[in-house]
């Protein structure tokens, strides 16, 4: 039988599934393997969607599920849509009055389906969506906009936001994520702006494709120069080219250029950058100030009153904004969940756990015993990574393996500690992406700098975002660090990171001597790879005591741990993947 939810219109055999694995068929009928089950049912504030324009500050129910009608390279929702059949016994059902009820109960303005699309649970959604409704509540969701028509029209009247996310305006773009066309996504994207649906617009940046990125932004002005545009640079998750991933420059530059076509463009995953502002269409003012909020994340740190402009005019803002912002707890909200996942994931790959069967129970476990909450404490501890291995390795039978794990990171912890236990520590800043966003002072980063014989000054901040908070140029000033890290997961080039300090005029030591480091993708933090970065940032900072040769060292953790010798060439910004 035709499924018609999406735009494939897979045909499903009595009792098989369809290409997202979420659809099947009974008596000639299309359904749901997993209706009214969840991953995920938590409030977010509605800028972690992400939404900018749409009642700003407000809190919102998260819901999402598993699977996904695409299969995109680079997928930063991977471990939910591809790894569906592991993480199926995790799901939490729930029918939609009890999803209501919490939604209710949390406060929330809303319910917002995200991180992966509505098309795989279409009916639970749509039944969801229209009792919420009836109970006076928002609802949005996000999408590949690859709905069908019929199933686009079907939700459209119970549905107040939207964010619909383009791979690029070409059929190959959209081959590459092993659909056809890009035509059904342009078609809804028209649809809704038609409609009375709030709608914005996220649009993937890969290098080399900047065109594409142009002409969704032309076609979307064609409709309304007002529509919140969003560019999402690049970044290589799963088994995604690193030669795709665009540089911020790269990406703050192409923004600028569509500023010619529309009014409202953001830049994400750019951490450090400003354009997350909402400035006045009229007069250029900054009237919404926003900081990055971990992948496809923002938050608010300053609005005018009621958002408006000093000189009268009030950007293009549906409903108004909350008192106050809601901020998540932990890795709870947007796509952070799935950045958790995937860190437990990366254990799971190193001590060899790839049974099916038993993987599974651990998610269930892991998510029946909550375990996120305390993950997200202890995986900031160097010292407490053996106690995840553990956690890990027992239930799935690779106590072994995890032994040599933790025996391996521990040794050689203890080992640089001991060494730099009475050294001359120099001072050591800890960026993410731009020079102006550093890390929070509690996270697993200064831990390391600390553990090589250095001083992080991140410690020394008294506000905290996630994974860190921009900071003014007179900050970084007093901070004065001797050397200047890199993040190794939203990263930049060192050469453009020292040009925008030059260019800024921030000139403390580690500018003035060339002493700025960047780190091979992921060694610093996220995956069982991190002992590798605290190697590395042990050379630079004690070059006297220390002279690990990466290479080596990294060949021997590889041959170790992954079963096959480094290479550097195939690196990418996933935790779990090697």
Not at 170 to 182: E, H, I, K, L, W
Not at 557 to 574: I, V, W
Request: aromatic share 10%; glycine share 6%.
């Amino acid at each position: 039988m035709k499924c018609s939810i999406c735009d494939i219109h897979c045909q499903i055999p009595e009792g098989g599934s369809g290409r997202c694995r979420m659809m099947t068929c009974r008596d000639n009928r299309i359904m749901e393997h997993y209706p009214h089950s969840y991953s995920t049912l938590f409030p977010i504030s509605i800028e972690t969607m992400p939404a900018l324009h749409f009642y700003p500050r407000h809190k919102f129910l998260q819901v999402s599920t598993i699977g996904c009608n695409f299969t995109c390279p680079g997928c930063i929702s991977e471990i939910l849509t591809m790894e569906s059949d592991t993480l199926a016994g995790a799901l939490r059902r729930m029918p939609p009055e009890k999803v209501i009820d919490l939604a209710q109960k949390e406060q929330c303005k809303g319910i917002a389906f995200c991180i992966n699309d509505p098309t795989v649970s279409f009916f639970s959604f749509l039944d969801l969506a229209q009792k919420a409704r009836e109970k006076g509540l928002l609802v949005g969701f996000s999408t590949n906009g690859y709905m069908s028509d019929t199933a686009l029209a079907a939700l459209i009247p119970y549905t107040d936001f939207v964010n619909i996310g383009f791979k690029g305006a070409t059929d190959p773009a959209y081959r590459f994520c092993g659909v056809p066309s890009c035509a059904p996504v342009f078609r809804n994207l028209e649809t809704l702006a038609a409609s009375d649906i709030h709608v914005e617009v996220a649009v993937v940046h890969l290098k080399g494709h900047e065109n594409e990125v142009r002409q969704i932004a032309e076609f979307t002005a064609s409709l309304s120069q007002n529509i919140p545009f969003q560019v999402m640079r690049f970044v290589p998750f799963g088994e995604a080219d690193i030669a795709l991933e665009p540089t911020i420059r790269e990406s703050r530059a192409l923004c600028r250029d569509l500023e010619t076509h529309l009014s409202y463009v953001y830049l994400f995953n750019a951490p450090g950058s400003d354009q997350l502002d909402t400035r006045c269409p009229d007069c250029g003012r900054t009237v919404i100030t926003r900081e990055f909020f971990g992948p496809m994340g923002a938050r608010i740190v300053d609005v005018r009153p009621d958002a408006m402009c000093e000189c009268g005019t009030r950007p293009d803002i549906t409903g108004t904004l909350a008192s106050q912002r809601f901020d998540e707890q932990g890795f709870f909200g947007g796509y952070r969940t799935t950045r958790a996942l995937e860190m437990l994931h990366a254990i799971l790959v190193c001590i060899g756990a790839d049974d099916p069967s038993s993987v599974s129970r651990l998610w269930r476990d892991l998510m029946d015993t909550q375990y996120l909450k305390a993950f997200h404490d202890l995986v900031q501890l160097p010292d407490a990574y053996g106690e995840i291995i553990d956690r890990l390795a027992v239930p799935t039978g690779c106590t072994k393996a995890g032994t040599l794990l933790r025996q391996f990171i521990e040794k050689t912890l203890a080992d640089i500690r001991s060494r730099t236990r009475d050294v001359t520590r120099p001072k050591v800043y800890y960026a993410m992406g731009y020079p102006l966003f550093a890390l929070n002072a509690e996270r697993f980063e200064t831990h390391l700098v600390e553990a090589a014989g250095g001083i992080c000054v991140n410690r020394q901040l008294t506000r905290k975002g996630k994974p860190g908070v921009t900071i003014t140029r007179e900050e970084l000033m007093a901070f004065n660090p001797d050397i200047i890290f890199i993040s190794g997961f939203l990263s930049c080039p060192v050469s453009d990171f020292h040009e925008y300090c030059i260019s800024h005029d921030i000139r403390v030591n580690a500018v003035i001597q060339h002493r700025i480091y960047d780190h091979f993708p992921l060694w610093d933090f996220g995956s069982p790879r991190w002992i590798l970065g605290l190697m590395h940032i042990a050379n630079i900072l004690h070059p006297d005591i220390f002279c690990f040769d990466m290479e080596k060292e990294a060949d021997r953790f590889y041959r170790t741990f992954y079963k096959h010798p480094f290479n550097a060439q195939k690196a990418n910004r996933s935790f779990y993947r090697v």
